[in-house]
Nanobody, 124 residues
Framework: QEQLVESGGGSVQVGGSLRLSCAFS????????QAWFRQTPGKEREWIAC???????GYADSVKGRFAISKDNAKNTLYLQMDSLKPEDAAMYYC??????????????????WGQGTQVTVSS
């Protein structure tokens, strides 16, 4: 059974950095696509970044140039390096994975598996 477990969230000051990790198990990691989303209370879940099996990446405009998605196929682990954090980056962050090979996408429907989320707080 597929399982995704996020870690690395926490509290950071404005301008600081965090690195989120998402460990996948029971899942064909290398040939599929993965993504990060985030959500704040009262708002819809927002796509942040994606990476496909060829390591092609995509980013939302809100994080482009500040966040970097990567993955380690040997460790079945997805990462999100977040730099220059802003108060508006505070949210619950979720990792997601597609069941089948797919292009990097910001559409939730592409992703079949989801983690439970890790909280990021940014304080001034």
């Amino acid at each position: 059974q597929e399982q995704l477990v996020e870690s690395g969230g926490g509290s950071v000051q404005v301008g600081g950095s965090l690195r989120l990790s998402c460990a996948f198990s029971g899942y064909t990691f290398s040939s599929t696509s993965q993504a990060w989303f985030r959500q704040t209370p009262g708002k819809e879940r927002e796509w942040i970044a994606c990476i496909d099996s060829n390591s092609n990446t995509g980013y939302a405009d809100s994080v482009k140039g500040r966040f970097a998605i990567s993955k380690d196929n040997a460790k079945n682990t997805l990462y999100l390096q977040m730099d220059s954090l802003k108060p508006e980056d505070a949210a619950m962050y979720y990792c997601a994975g597609s069941r089948y090979p797919a292009s990097c996408s910001g559409y939730e429907i592409v992703y079949d598996y989801w983690g439970q989320g890790t909280q990021v707080t940014v304080s001034s």
